[in-house]
């Protein structure tokens, strides 16, 4: 094992956790009919501490939290070569009609999504779910640099950016189209979306859109101030398109 890295330091920490905290208060209030939850086993560290930063402003009201495991919900666990270890749900609510909020510590992928996706309808029927926007950029600060030297790619401009997340997402078993750049902005298409096979439409559009998060976090990460938007052009085919915020 090689010696340990400073992804992100403690101010940086600091300062990201309170800016997603204020915009979670923003967009739920008090949380009376929302949720934090967070992913087995080190999401629960994130959520605890967004709970806490939430309770302070808020003034003392803790938002209503859990925290669930999705070991067997992945599609890949009999895949493993070691056998997975199951962690613990603790959710002493149901999440029916409720607006969730889903957190992680790691760049979450389709197969996460919809692995946390399903183990939460296990428990109810949720209003919306959501990766929180702030938390998705917490993330991709985090792990950007080091998925991005694992790829070979480079931090620069758009184009750069366009072939770090056509790269990213090959791992899908989906088709990608070739990327379609111009000065000011890059795009590409995706073919089968397998992340939502099998689910009904609702169920698809709530991951589709924590998928988006996702990825709007990781391109936001990057050294150019960019923005992404994920259109849909048919029932199984996205497009992303990667331009410079203005």
Avoid at 16 to 25: F, I, K, M, P, S
Avoid at 159 to 164: E, F, K, L, M
Avoid at 202 to 215: P, Q, T
């Amino acid at each position: 094992m090689g010696p340990a890295k400073l992804l992100i330091n403690p101010l940086q920490f600091r300062l990201t956790l309170d800016r997603l905290a204020h915009q979670l208060v923003e967009e739920h209030g008090d949380f009376a009919s929302s949720a934090l939850i967070g992913i087995q086993p080190r999401g629960i560290h994130l959520a605890s501490r967004l709970g806490d930063r939430i309770q302070e402003i808020l003034g003392g009201v803790r938002p209503r939290s859990g925290d669930l495991d999705i070991t067997f919900f992945r599609d890949d666990f009999r895949r493993r070569d070691q056998p997975l270890r199951a962690a613990v749900t603790n959710l002493d609510f149901t999440v029916e009609n409720l607006k969730v909020v889903i957190v992680d510590d790691v760049l979450f992928t389709g197969r996460t999504i919809r692995a946390a996706m399903d183990a939460l309808l296990a428990h109810g029927r949720p209003e919306t779910v959501e990766l929180a926007g702030t938390a998705a950029r917490l993330i991709g600060l985090q792990y950007y640099p080091e998925t991005l030297a694992i790829i070979g790619g480079v931090d620069g401009d758009i184009g750069a950016a366009a072939s770090y997340l056509h790269t990213m997402m090959s791992g899908m078993g989906d088709e990608l189209s070739n990327i379609d750049q111009t000065a000011t902005r890059a795009r590409f298409q995706q073919t089968g979306l397998r992340i939502v096979r099998g689910l009904d439409p609702e169920e698809g559009r709530i991951v589709l859109a924590c998928w988006r998060e996702l990825w709007l976090g990781t391109v936001r990460s990057h050294r150019c101030m960019m923005t992404l938007k994920m259109e849909h052009i048919s029932n199984d085919t996205l497009r992303w398109t990667i331009s410079a915020l203005r």
